[in-house]
């Protein structure tokens, strides 16, 4: 009997053993890399160029690239991020990320709001004569750029469909936005000359292209990098329907200086995580105006002595932007986001 219990407590022992044994032989590399600490070389200044979830990409020096693992305790780092890294046998170990200059982030397919870029300083706001081109839309990436404090810069693609019919909608367009101080270009993603402007302005910059699906963002990345294979307008679409999009954001580099932030989610962000004073401070001409109105807490309605509404009578303000605002402000109270921060 007691021969019997000690053969099964061994067994028990053994067994213990072997499965501590195959735990370690699965040892997430996560592990490995916080065991190699001692053999890992000197902390370097890197920069993630693509994000896989629990990996990253990390460019350092002259546009090397190395796959790096993130330490456990590290806050979540996202493509754009400056980071410091660490060498290690095969794969590096990113230690660190540094302050971002900004962070645009959009909602999942849950409503989670998940960062999708960190560092961009410029947002291209594409629109074309095809797809038909909403203010309302330029409007909408116009106030995320202002509150993120990010360049905007209008770009109409397309060039060669502007004819007789349409030229003087996007004299208009060109007027209208120069007017309120911001660089309006028009350029063909199918004539590279046209995009010399664009080039120069790309220079020194981390940019995203956002607009309408359709309006040539993946034709202009094509052009300004050749030798770049670029998902194009129908498969974005599609994956931006999955979950997993914000993980596919990428950073290229433009051929003629200046890098780009690309993914389906970037491309479609949008305002989900703003208020009503967020909207105001991102048009510009009308948030100069609003601490001339007599009530502090004016919501431009029926107010009296609204500087909005004389500015709008006066017809110093674009009775346009002004629909856009009420628009944007009335589409605030449909969507609601919960912050993952
Ligand atoms: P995205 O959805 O914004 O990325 O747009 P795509 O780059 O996929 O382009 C949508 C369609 O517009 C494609 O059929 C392109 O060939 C076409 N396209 C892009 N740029 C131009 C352009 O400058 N002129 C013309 N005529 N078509 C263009
Ligand atoms: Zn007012």
């Known amino acids: 009997m007691a021969k019997r219990k000690l053969s099964q407590n061994q067994t028990r ?19 490995d890399i916080e065991s190699e600490d001692d053999t890992l070389g000197a902390e370097q200044e890197g920069r993630v160029v693509a994000h896989y979830g629990t990996q990253v ?11 790096c693992f993130l ?26 990320c540094q302050p ?21 300083d410029q947002i291209i706001i594409t629109v074309a004569p095809q797809p038909e081109f909403f203010t309302n839309l330029i409007d909408r990436y116009l106030v995320v750029a202002e509150i993120n404090n990010i360049k905007p810069l209008i770009l109409i693609n397309k060039a060669d469909l502007i004819n007789e019919t349409n030229q003087s909608e996007f004299d208009n367009l060109q ?65 931006s329907k999955g979950r997993h999009t914000t993980t596919h954001s990428q950073l290229f580099h433009f051929s003629d200086g ?20 967020d909207v105001i401070a991102g048009f510009v001409e009308l948030h100069d105006l609003t601490s001339t109105c007599k009530f502090r807490d004016c919501s431009h309605e029926n107010e009296p002595k609204c500087a909005l509404k004389e500015a709008l009578e006066n017809g110093t303000i674009s009775e346009q932007r002004f629909t856009n605002y009420k628009r944007i402000i009335a589409s605030l109270d449909d969507v609601q986001i919960q912050s993952s921060q």
């Open 13 to 31: 022992r053994i067994r213990s053993k072997q499965q501590a044994k195959n735990e370690k032989a699965i040892a997430t590399p996560e592990t």
């Open 57 to 67: 990409d990390i460019e350092f020096g002259d546009q090397k690239t190395i796959r």
């Open 71 to 96: 330490r456990a305790n590290l806050a979540p780092v996202i493509t754009g991020d400056r980071i410091v890294w660490r060498q290690g046998k095969d794969k590096g170990v990113v230690e660190s």
């Open 100 to 120: 971002r200059k900004s962070l645009l982030s959009r909602p999942d397919s849950y409503g989670k709001l998940k960062p999708v870029a960190a560092n961009v």
């Open 175 to 239: 007027k209208s936005y120069s007017t309120l101080g911001y660089r309006v270009l028009t350029v063909s993603a199918k004539d590279s000359t046209s995009l010399d402007e664009l080039k120069d302005l790309l220079k020194g910059n981390t940019s995203i292209l956002v607009g309408q699906s359709g309006v040539g963002k993946s034709s202009i990345l094509q052009t300004l990098i050749p030798d770049k294979e670029i998902e194009i307008g129908e498969l974005s679409n599609a994956k």
């Open 258 to 277: 200046g890098e780009c932030i690309d993914s389906p989610g970037i491309r479609e962000f949008g305002l989900w995580n703003l208020n009503a004073a």
